[in-house]
């Protein structure tokens, strides 16, 4: 459960940061989960850098909370307050005064600990970060009316009322204008089907790591236990999880069946599909540059001097009104997120990019199955081989794109 809204963080992040806006994750109360599996699933943190910082934000914001008309008069006595606790605030009648909408019904007085003060330290230093870098404040377009950054908590439904309590203590121990723009993207439960035993980010992992692996072998035989392979292996498992994770919107449940090892290459709706199509694209261009270094075929010309009429196949005209034309609007649709309402849930089209993906990996699969690129090399062919392997090279640019909003590296060989 924690994984997942950790890895539609970091999609959501890599999505707003391809058209050019600034984002900074942060974990907040909830386990991030081990760091190796989130080093190997390349979910990097932007905490570092205000580490220096943190010990006098969180002394400023115990000052705010002796100060705040929030807090009750007997938590002010730290005799009276239970161990770890140093203040307790009414949450309940600060939403009442402040008449937000859409919160818990059920949050009253919050015992406030250090953690809770250390998470909120990090979001403030987070958004200074970004109000004064030189990244692009997230725009008007995505939430109308503001004109600084905004926060968007992704937490999982079962801690939606944890993450509810920090932004409302965020708003009452620092009330600027930032804090008004909070909203909360809530993922679905993940579900196991017949789970032995409680599962973790680190299980999960290295049994999906262990299928790709039996399935590559099925597929190709004993691998080599050389660098280049395991990092295949990695990147597919990668794949694997990402796409088993962000495909399905984040509202909706998923259910995860972990004894089925049918996690291969060639599953249509798998991350490993969309990966295996990928490298095919890097194996084409591969053997047609070797082809020219050998002097079998002419380099490439520019597209200046190409002949796209020669493109006649179905398949050809599919990939490019249906693929290369929407990307960008594809792109900026998946980053899309709603104008606000008065509560404080959003949504976002995070999925798109997956399932786009798949898509496109299963037209390219029937076309590359059926077209035969690389001809002979005659003369009287370059013209329709150039005008398809330029089609099939904005193909791998747009595949490569997409892959990098998943934090995916494109394979150049399976």
């Not at 994770?245 to 509202?251: F, G, Y």
């Not at 709706?269 to 261009?285: D, E, H, I």
């Not at 005008?387 to 892959?403: I, N, P, Q, T």
């Given at each position: 459960?924690h ?48 580490g ?25 006595g ?18 009442e ?9 059920n ?16 979001l403030?230093?987070a ?65 196991v ?6 599962i ?13 692996y ?14 280049a ?7 597919l ?47 084409l261009f591969?053997?047609?540059q ?34 290369l ?5 594809v ?8 104008p ?26 029937s ?26 090279g ?21």
């Amino acid at each position: 459960r924690h994984l997942r809204p950790v890895l539609l963080a970091d999609h959501l992040a890599q999505l707003l940061r391809a058209q050019g806006i600034g984002v900074r994750l942060v974990p907040a109360l909830a386990e991030e989960g081990s760091p190796e599996v989130l080093r190997q699933l390349r979910i990097d943190w932007s905490t570092g850098s205000c580490g220096s910082s943190l010990p006098h934000a969180i002394s400023a914001l115990k000052a705010a909370l002796g100060r705040s008309p929030c807090a009750c008069e007997q938590g002010l006595g730290t005799a009276a307050l239970p161990e770890g606790v140093i203040g307790k605030v009414h949450l309940k009648s600060f939403v009442e005064q402040q008449g937000l909408v859409g919160y818990d019904p059920n949050l009253d007085v919050l015992l406030v600990t250090e953690q809770m003060l250390r998470s909120l330290a990090e979001l403030q230093q987070a958004v200074l970060q970004c109000l004064v870098s030189d990244l692009v404040p997230l725009p008007a377009s995505h939430f109308p009316g503001s004109s600084c950054c905004s926060i968007v908590h992704v937490v999982s439904c079962e801690e939606e009322f944890q993450q509810q309590q920090l932004d409302l203590l965020w708003r009452i121990l620092d009330p600027g204008a930032h804090t008004a723009l909070q909203k909360h993207l809530v993922c679905g439960p993940v579900k196991v089907t017949n789970p032995s035993s409680p599962i973790g980010a680190d299980q999960y992992f290295q049994l999906r790591k262990h299928q790709m692996y039996k399935a590559s072998v099925m597929k190709y035989g004993e691998l080599a236990q050389d660098e280049a392979w395991t990092e295949v292996i990695d990147t597919l498992t990668v794949a694997a999880i990402r796409f088993e994770m962000l495909s399905t919107a984040h509202r909706s449940q998923i259910t995860l069946d972990l004894e089925n090892s049918s996690i291969s290459t060639k599953g249509t709706k798998s991350g490993a599909f969309v990966m295996y199509n990928c490298a095919r694209l890097a194996t084409l261009f591969d053997t047609f540059q070797r082809a020219v270094d050998q002097g079998t075929y002419p380099p490439l010309p520019p597209v200046s001097e190409l002949n796209f009429s020669c493109l006649r196949e179905e398949g050809e005209w599919l990939l490019l009104f249906n693929y290369l034309l929407p990307f960008p609007e594809v792109l900026q649709q998946a980053a899309q997120l709603p104008p606000p309402s008065k509560g404080i849930r959003i949504t976002a089209n995070t999925e798109t990019m997956c399932k786009f993906l798949i898509q496109l990996s299963m037209d390219f699969s029937s076309y590359y199955n059926r077209v035969h690129v690389l001809g002979e090399p005659f003369p009287h062919l370059f013209d329709q081989m150039f005008a398809r392997l330029r089609l099939l090279g904005a193909v791998r640019d747009v595949f490569h794109s997409a892959l990098a909003t998943l934090h995916l590296p494109p394979l150049s060989q399976i």
